[in-house]
């Protein structure tokens, strides 16, 4: 099973931008009861003109198929076309190689699986070991698995949002290889 991920990509009418990304959350709103999903975000323009961006995660591709056939999809979809009057671009990726092909790596040929663990690896390492040096001291009144969750879950954001960018983009070119 292979978790998916739905980057769509639309322009609002300008001066309908409000109504468009209330009318996505709440498509999402119901996308959120399709079996299978997992989660979804509406990321706004930073400047008026400019495209909304939606993230849309699911288990497996027929997950997202199921909500994308969906009677209540194409219900949603003619009501964006009243605020957005050309059609979104789609683009989907496997959620596992998601940090590769956002970051430029993606290509003909993707990196090799063993040069992405050694890469994870390289991120993952300091972290535990700082995790286990300064944050297991702080938390010794907590049980073992609160404390595990805590840990782990820092690793994982720190990982995910500081860690794995930054070395994709000072590492890239040793992946790509």
């Known amino acids: 099973m292979v978790q ?4 769509v990509h639309r322009r609002a009418n300008p001066g309908q931008e409000r109504q ?6 709440g498509m999402l709103a119901d996308c959120s009861r399709t079996p299978g999903y997992l989660f979804s975000t509406v990321i706004p323009p930073r400047v008026d ?6 993230v849309q995660c699911f288990t497996t591709q027929a997950a997202l198929d199921t909500w994308r ?9 003619d009501r964006l076309r009243e605020v957005a009057d050309h059609d979104p671009e789609y683009r989907v990726f496997n959620t596992s190689d ?3 092909s956002a970051t430029g790596l993606e290509g ?11 890469l994870t690896w390289m991120g993952i390492f300091p972290l ?4 286990v040096a300064f944050l297991f001291p702080l938390l010794t009144d907590l049980p073992y698995i609160p404390r595990m969750m805590i840990v782990t879950a820092l690793i994982v954001l720190a ?16 992946v790509k290889r």
């Open 69 to 77: 056939h969906s009677k209540e999809s194409a219900e949603w979809h």
């Open 108 to 118: 003909e040929k993707q990196p090799a699986r063993w040069r992405m663990a050694v």
């Open 20 to 25: 468009y990304e209330q009318l996505v959350r």
């Open 49 to 54: 003109g400019e495209e909304f961006h939606i």
């Open 4 to 7: 998916v991920t739905r980057i």
């Open 98 to 100: 998601l940090w590769f």
């Open 159 to 174: 990982m995910y949002w500081i860690v794995m960018p930054r070395l994709l983009r000072w590492l890239g070119w040793w």
């Open 128 to 131: 535990a070991s700082l995790a």
